[in-house]
């Protein structure tokens, strides 16, 4: 509910309008206002999501039949990496707390910016940097990688495609996400409303307070690796050279200390939005608060404990083996607490079939496949048969897209007259989002039946058998980009000539919606005072305002 | 949130030239580890050393020995997950 008292006495500038040293294109690119950051982020994971989509459609028009059909294999392989590293590492990794966390983060907890701003800006910064590198990397010696997003030893010391300036560019990227980490954890810690306390934090707040700890702890790792690979490449060093008393599975094992956890930095926060997103529409205060916050904790420590299962046919030993599989089986518990209690928090509800909520609901499905697919996978001898096949490529692209991705677009539309104080064409997201929906399982589907046939991930050609599959397959990228894009258009037109939006069009309950549309530069006139926690609907959250 | 003034201490050069001398004996005992054939402690050795060496330099040289409490127990905190991520990575190599 709206605070009136707040909300209409406000009559300032929204921060689209303030003036800074700066005008123009510089205005945004040298702010330290977290909310032109935000946008900064969304601007430029948007650019890179609609190269990594097209990359993804050229890969499926390849695979259409078998032969060649648009391109040679290296060409192919090089695509497949492409479209792998910008997703994974410019996409999905800073994800929803770069854009969302930066704009609502300092909002959510009633302060005026995060606790360190101008490190903020450096953050997106370096994670532009990286991504120029990157781009630079395909254009100069040796060419595209041809290595997979995951850059394994052996292979990415000894081929000749540009791997050393590849994962500098990814290096940096690292940087900007351990700097963003760590500025959550301390606006979090330090800069709290009075009154907020831990527990009366909404809870995308204590997913990013989860991400944050993982980001800190495991990406420095990442960083080491990636470093030892350019050593190796340009002096021979033999960390992963077994000849010179290296181990190739020592790469393995310090890449997915890093990597298995960044899975948990994409999707954790992609829970938080969900967990904001449901008691919205569902009128009701969640379902087992304590529970939903805990669990994203008890997700980032446990979830960094899996790595090994990444290497069940590696050559790792049998003990290893069954102790990774265990834990994996056991960082489903916290994630299904956060399934049931969603489920919990909508039943009895008074359910408005909003946009964002059927985002929502379809993170819940797509994840629960994702998820529940990973169990699957974590039993070990059925992982033997799985091993890099196309049920991976399912697996991977549930989690990630169908949950990751879902939860992005449904924070996209749960805020975006927030952000942009106009409202979209409802009618048309309705149908964005069937579209999108129909298209996503028509292509990832057949992926799942298509692997357990046993069709390897990575292959330039197939068997006549995996036809049918894969041109289900193709045709369901088209039918889901065809949803893509019009979502896209639909809040393309939005931002130019959508309706204005209320200060809060769909009465919810934190401090966002108690703010104006598009937000003051400084958020708040005076630091609210919190008095209850944040999903109490039919009440008033200013209960008092401090100076 | 009170800032306190903060405190410089000057260390005297004794203290910092032993500190060195310190890390370059453990310096040369890893090396001198690293040509002998310790079987199963061969990497457990360095590690420990260089633990020893960056609790030496974090406690003198970057004056986490002048620091209040709750630094020096948050600095555990890195250090047992450290730990365990490396405990769990080499363990592997007893049972292959």
Do not use: C
């Not at chain 1, 899996?306 to 030993?317: D, L, P």
């Not at chain 2, 709750?70 to 450290?82: D, K, N, R, S, T």
Request: glycine share 10%; no cysteine; proline share 5%.
């Amino acid at each position: 509910m709206a605070d009136e008292a707040v909300v209409s006495n406000y009559a300032g500038i929204s921060f689209y309008e303030e003036k800074g040293r700066y005008s123009g294109l510089l205005s945004w690119v040298f702010s330290t206002n977290h909310k032109r950051i935000g946008l900064l982020y969304l601007i430029s994971m948007l650019t890179f999501f609609a190269t990594g989509v097209f990359l993804g459609l050229l890969l499926r028009l390849e695979l259409i039949a078998p032969g060649k059909t648009i391109m040679e294999p290296q060409t192919y392989n090089a695509i497949f990496t492409l479209h792998g590293v910008i997703m994974i590492f410019l996409f999905i990794i800073p994800g929803l707390a770069a854009p969302f966390g930066n704009f609502f983060l300092p909002i959510l907890i009633g302060a005026k910016d995060v606790f360190f701003p101008r490190l903020n800006l450096l953050s997106w910064w370096l994670f532009i940097s990286g991504a120029i590198l990157a781009i630079i990397s395909l254009f100069t010696r040796g060419g595209p990688i041809d290595t997979g997003w995951t850059f394994y030893a052996p292979y990415s010391i000894k081929t000749g495609t540009n791997v050393s300036l590849a994962v500098f560019a990814v290096f940096l990227i690292g940087f900007s996400s351990i700097l963003t980490g760590l500025n959550f954890l301390t606006t979090i810690h330090r800069l709290r409303a009075p009154g907020m306390k831990w527990l009366r934090l909404p809870l995308f707040v204590w997913s990013l307070y989860a991400t944050g700890w993982i980001q800190i702890l495991a990406t420095p790792i990442i960083g080491i690796t990636l470093l030892l690979v350019i050593l190796e490449r340009f002096f021979g060093v033999g960390f992963f050279d077994p000849a010179k008393g290296g181990d190739p599975i020592l790469y393995q094992h310090l890449f997915w200390i890093y990597s298995h956890p960044a899975v948990y930095i994409m999707i954790i926060p992609a829970m938080g939005v969900i967990s904001e997103i449901i008691p919205v529409f569902a009128r009701k205060t969640i379902f087992g608060y304590k529970a939903i916050a805990f669990s994203s904790l008890a997700i980032a420590l446990v979830g960094s404990l899996v790595w090994g299962h990444h290497m069940f046919v590696s050559g790792q030993s049998y003990t290893a083996d069954w102790i990774f599989s265990l834990l994996t089986f056991l960082v489903a518990i916290p994630s299904g607490i956060k399934v049931f209690n969603w489920v919990a928090t909508l039943y009895k509800g008074s359910i408005e079939l909003a946009t964002p909520l059927l985002y929502a609901l379809s993170f819940i499905f797509l994840f629960s496949i994702g998820g529940l697919s990973g169990v699957i996978q974590s039993a070990l001898a059925v992982n033997v048969h799985l091993h890099d096949t196309y049920w991976i490529v399912a697996h991977f692209h549930y989690v990630m897209f169908g949950g990751a991705g879902f939860a992005f677009f449904a924070a996209l539309h749960h805020w975006f007259p927030k952000m942009f104080g106009r409202m979209y064409n409802r009618r048309r997201a309705k149908w964005a989002w069937f579209i999108l929906f129909i298209g996503f399982n028509t292509l990832y589907l057949p992926m799942f039946i298509l692997g357990w046939q046993g069709m390897p991930r990575r292959y330039y050609d197939y068997l006549p058998q995996f036809h049918t599959g894969h041109l289900i397959s193709t045709i369901g990228s088209w039918i889901l980009v065809s949803g893509l894009i019009l979502m896209f258009a639909n809040l393309i037109h939005a931002f130019f000539k959508g309706v204005k939006a209320d200060n809060n069009p769909w009465g919810g309950s934190t401090l966002e919606w108690q703010i104006a549309s598009p937000p003051p530069p400084d958020n708040f006139d005076q630091i609210p005072l919190i008095e209850h926690g944040p999903y109490i609907f039919g009440t008033q959250i200013f209960a008092d305002s401090r100076g | 949130m009170d800032q306190k003034e903060t405190q410089y201490h000057i260390v005297n050069y004794g203290t910092y030239m032993l500190v060195w001398i310190g890390l370059v004996i453990l310096t040369g005992i890893t090396i001198t580890a690293g040509s002998m054939n310790l079987g199963g402690l061969s990497i457990l050795t360095p590690l420990l050393i260089a633990l020893l060496k960056a609790g030496l330099v974090l406690y003198f040289f970057m004056h986490l020995k002048y620091e209040e409490d709750i630094f020096q127990i948050i600095l555990l905190f890195p250090v047992i997950i450290l730990t365990i991520f490396i405990g769990l990575t080499f363990f592997d190599i007893s049972f292959r």
